[in-house]
């Protein structure tokens, strides 16, 4: 399985394939943007402008895209993947999307006899670069098996969920509720240390060994807001729609997380404001701010 292709070539998909790439695959890549595509040719990849060419030089190919809607053209659409593939082909979708949206994918795939994974990843940029992912993967354990070693060079931690083509995304889904709710609490956190005149980089240091210590404390931090540097690892506005995704699952199960529909009013208000395109780790900005606003108005 060493033809591989790569369908989206963005933040994550890009350093996923140049990793493919230097493992020795060999990876045909396809995007929207022209200076992606340019840099995978750089890094030795073939690219092209078409799915259909994508799939013809391909026997495992990967998604890697920004929203459920790109998801669903590329998988469903007149001449997607779906459309274009036969039994011979391997699909995995490494995107985060509704769960819905995995069932109808995978029923489509079915009934073309195509093998098809969803396996969102975790790790951000610094991961995907790195490769050393966390890969959640739901979908039956054969095609999981078959499809492992490739897996095993993008990330460091692979995980099959459960059979069930959704038990990847909603694992991805508490995962990255859980960052909304980290980044929120780093943000007032942090400005609590700014009205007391606390140094940030000693906060750090000292919280870094102590129980407040977290994994996003420590990336929107040390890489953002220490840098007053906001340009998008993971923008607030993916946040925002994971975390819908999120409250979704919750309604369709009959659950009710308050806290966490106070959250998502939350990053919904601050995108409103036009923080959607920065890294999520802008909220510390807004809390300051809003809070400097308050203050001067009294």
């Known amino acids: 399985m060493k033809k591989i292709g790569f369908i989206g070539l963005g933040n994550m998909g890009l350093p996923m394939s140049?990793?493919?790439?230097?493992?020795?695959?060999?990876?045909?890549?396809?995007?929207?943007?022209?200076?992606a595509l340019l840099s995978l040719k750089q890094a030795g990849g073939e690219i092209t402008s078409t799915i259909?060419?994508?799939?013809?030089?391909?026997?495992?190919?990967?998604?890697?895209?920004?929203?459920?809607?790109?998801v669903e053209d590329v998988y469903l659409g007149v001449?997607?993947?779906v459309d274009r593939s036969d039994d011979?082909?391997?699909?995995?979708?490494?995107?985060?999307?509704?769960?819905?949206?995995?069932?109808q994918i995978a029923a489509a795939c079915k009934a073309k006899q195509l093998s098809f994974l969803a396996a969102p990843v975790s790790g951000g940029v610094i991961g995907a670069e790195n490769q050393t992912l966390t890969v959640m993967v739901g979908g039956p354990t054969a095609i999981y098996n078959e499809v492992l070693p490739v897996l095993e060079v993008l990330g460091e931690n692979i995980f099959h969920v459960d059979e069930q083509i959704d038990s990847g995304t909603t694992v991805k889904l508490i995962n990255n509720l859980l960052i909304g709710f980290y980044t929120a609490g780093v943000?007032?956190?942090?400005h609590i240390a700014n009205k007391k005149n606390i140094d940030?980089?000693?906060?750090?240091?000292m919280l870094n060994v102590s129980y407040g210590q977290s994994r996003i404390y420590e990336r929107n931090y040390q890489t953002f807001i220490a840098n007053e540097d906001y340009n998008p690892g993971f923008s607030l506005k993916l946040l925002r729609k994971d975390l819908e995704f999120a409250m979704d699952v919750a309604d369709n199960n009959q659950l009710d997380l308050p806290i966490s529909k106070t959250l998502l009013a939350?990053?919904?208000e601050v995108e409103q404001e036009g923080f959607g395109d920065k890294d999520m780790s802008v909220l510390y900005q807004r809390?300051?701010?809003?809070?400097?606003k308050k203050e001067a108005a009294k």
């Open 52 to 70: 259909a060419d994508v799939v013809a030089k391909s026997d495992l190919i990967f998604t890697s895209l920004p929203s459920s809607k790109a």
């Open 79 to 81: 001449d997607g993947l």
């Open 187 to 190: 943000s007032e956190a942090l």
């Open 18 to 35: 140049k990793g493919l790439i230097q493992e020795g695959y060999h990876v045909t890549g396809y995007d929207l943007n022209e200076q």
């Open 287 to 292: 809390v300051k701010e809003q809070s400097n």
């Open 266 to 268: 939350l990053y919904k």
């Open 88 to 103: 011979s082909k391997l699909l995995i979708d490494t995107s985060t999307v509704a769960p819905e949206l995995n069932q």
């Open 200 to 205: 940030l980089d000693d906060l750090f240091s």
